[in-house]
């Protein structure tokens, strides 16, 4: 293992593990980073995990997730705003400056795609002022068509672009995660806009296997395991200015299966092979 | 039941159902079109399905498919060359004159999409004259990303529309399917970019539903079971000048399970309701 400095290990690929396992193992293997998950922060509190998290000399990347921004019923959008800002507050509270966005699927009942992209415009346009305010960055990510009715209506990083673009970059910008755009021969392109506004706030990697689990959920590759060409991913975010922190974000029920701390080392020893100049 | 001129069923939705009973069920239901698959029709016999569906008074709208062309090796090259020049053949005896294309996933190993997407050029320029020769059309059918790696290279109707225009329109044109791309807000512009060049040589009708089951491949909605708007896309191809047939292709295990015959009945009844003016 050579360079592990960019890598940061997304809790969710580990998730067997708990938190102090976490930090430990990451001691271990000399990992730095590491992004975060708000159900399992919450769960052992949001100043525990940012002392264990600091007092274990961790930097956090991301907080993962924010978002849900679809509901048409008003009572629901509210609740959800009112999460986002717990969220920014959380992030804040752990010393990240990204909170990254699962936008929401399409309401019960509906089948407009374009209004639910317009109310995911209308619930930044008051979150991304709160975001500034605690010195964190709202990073909408586009996830996999697959995805589009019941996830994320955000399908694409120009879709993402056309909405983050609406706002200042230092409050609205994209997650690039390769599971979710390899095979969109628009998404180069797409991530040279997002650098040219400084709107990479992150870079995730999951590699594509197939044949895809019922749900289609949990079944993102280990990185190598599967079609995409990790490297080339990385020389067009590096291409488009973007030095920061690649995190690993595998939902795969083979590896949470497996012993978490295995599984950390196997992925720190995959990034090194595949993320190596 | 008001108005099924331009319905077609495709068989592969009621692939419980012989040909014979097919066509029996089709009379008594006034349906007039259908769509094709190669594996039953050659079990059957292509002469004796012709002559099955010409005595039965049906019309054949596509046959299905042609494709895969993605391979690297030689041999394994030529042998999708002329197993798609028998295909053109047997189109052109069942007297359709839309042949629709799977164009082929990554080959093992191989993580190059661009690539893969040339060879399927590459493939087409043989084959086109041979098509023109027999008096049919090609229709790649971009398939929804989620295939991109196992199934079918070309994602979106821009990718399939890049290649298409390399021939004559008479030789290669589009499949415009809604279950592939209901979820790109640019396909709309992409219909009528194929519309405009005579390019669209079938539209094809399936209903986004989930969870997608394992595998992915055989989860396809009844129309109106879920989150697609079929009158929007209708009016996109409408727009586009299209005026031919409207089929119908679900591959869903549930309906497989029941009564083809209820199933084809319910089928021109939900066609019915959904694509009426």
Same mark, same amino acid.
């Given at each position: 293992?050579? +360079?592990?400095?960019?890598?940061?290990?997304?809790?969710?690929?580990?998730?067997?593990?708990?938190?102090?396992?976490?930090?430990?193992? @990451?001691?271990?293997?000399?990992?730095?980073?590491?992004?975060?998950? #708000?159900?399992?922060?919450?769960?052992?509190?949001?100043? $525990?995990? $940012?002392?264990?998290?600091?007092?274990?000399?961790?930097?956090?990347?991301?907080? @993962? %997730?924010?978002?849900?921004?679809?509901?048409?019923?008003? *009572?629901?959008?509210?609740?959800?705003?009112?999460?986002?800002?717990?969220?920014?507050?959380?992030?804040?509270?752990?010393?990240?400056?990204?909170?990254?966005?699962?936008?929401?699927?399409?309401?019960?009942?509906?089948? /407009?795609?374009?209004?639910?992209?317009?109310?995911?415009?209308?619930?930044?346009?008051?979150?991304?002022?709160? $975001?500034?305010?605690?010195?964190?960055?709202?990073?909408?990510?586009?996830? !996999?068509?697959?995805?589009?009715?019941?996830?994320?209506? &955000?399908?694409?990083?120009?879709?993402?672009?056309?909405?983050?673009?609406?706002?200042?970059? !230092?409050?609205?910008?994209?997650?690039? /995660?390769?599971? !979710?755009?390899?095979? +969109?021969?628009?998404?180069?392109?797409?991530?040279?806009?997002?650098?040219?506004?400084?709107?990479? !706030?992150?870079?995730?990697?999951?590699?594509?296997?197939?044949?895809?689990?019922?749900?289609?959920?949990?079944? #993102?590759?280990?990185?190598?395991?599967? $079609?995409? /060409?990790?490297?080339?991913?990385?020389?067009? &975010?590096?291409?488009?200015?973007?030095?920061?922190?690649?995190?690993?974000?595998?939902?795969?029920?083979?590896?949470?299966? %497996? /012993?978490?701390?295995?599984?950390?080392? *196997?992925?720190?020893?995959?990034? &090194?092979?595949?993320?190596?100049?």
């Amino acid at each position: 293992m050579t +360079d592990l400095s960019r890598f940061s290990i997304n809790q969710m690929t580990v998730k067997q593990l708990s938190l102090p396992e976490l930090a430990d193992v @990451c001691g271990q293997l000399g990992v730095s980073q590491v992004g975060l998950w #708000r159900e399992p922060v919450q769960a052992y509190g949001v100043e $525990a995990t $940012a002392k264990l998290i600091r007092e274990a000399g961790l930097t956090v990347t991301t907080l @993962c %997730r924010g978002g849900f921004f679809t509901a048409i019923d008003p *009572e629901a959008r509210a609740a959800a705003l009112a999460d986002n800002r717990r969220a920014i507050e959380e992030a804040a509270t752990l010393g990240t400056d990204t909170l990254v966005l699962v936008s929401g699927g399409l309401p019960a009942g509906s089948k /407009d795609l374009r209004a639910a992209r317009e109310r995911i415009a209308d619930a930044l346009a008051e979150l991304g002022p709160y $975001a500034e305010q605690h010195g964190v960055r709202l990073a909408i990510e586009p996830l !996999h068509p697959m995805y589009a009715s019941d996830r994320c209506v &955000v399908s694409t990083l120009a879709q993402a672009l056309d909405i983050a673009e609406r706002f200042p970059a !230092h409050q609205v910008g994209v997650a690039v /995660d390769t599971y !979710h755009i390899w095979w +969109d021969d628009q998404a180069p392109a797409q991530i040279a806009r997002a650098g040219a506004s400084g709107r990479i !706030h992150t870079f995730q990697l999951a590699d594509w296997t197939t044949p895809l689990p019922e749900g289609v959920l949990n079944g #993102r590759g280990q990185i190598g395991d599967g $079609a995409i /060409d990790m490297r080339e991913w990385k020389g067009y &975010v590096e291409a488009a200015g973007y030095t920061g922190p690649i995190e690993v974000e595998l939902f795969n029920d083979e590896l949470w299966a %497996r /012993d978490g701390r295995e599984v950390l080392a *196997e992925t720190a020893e995959r990034f &090194v092979e595949h993320m190596a100049d």
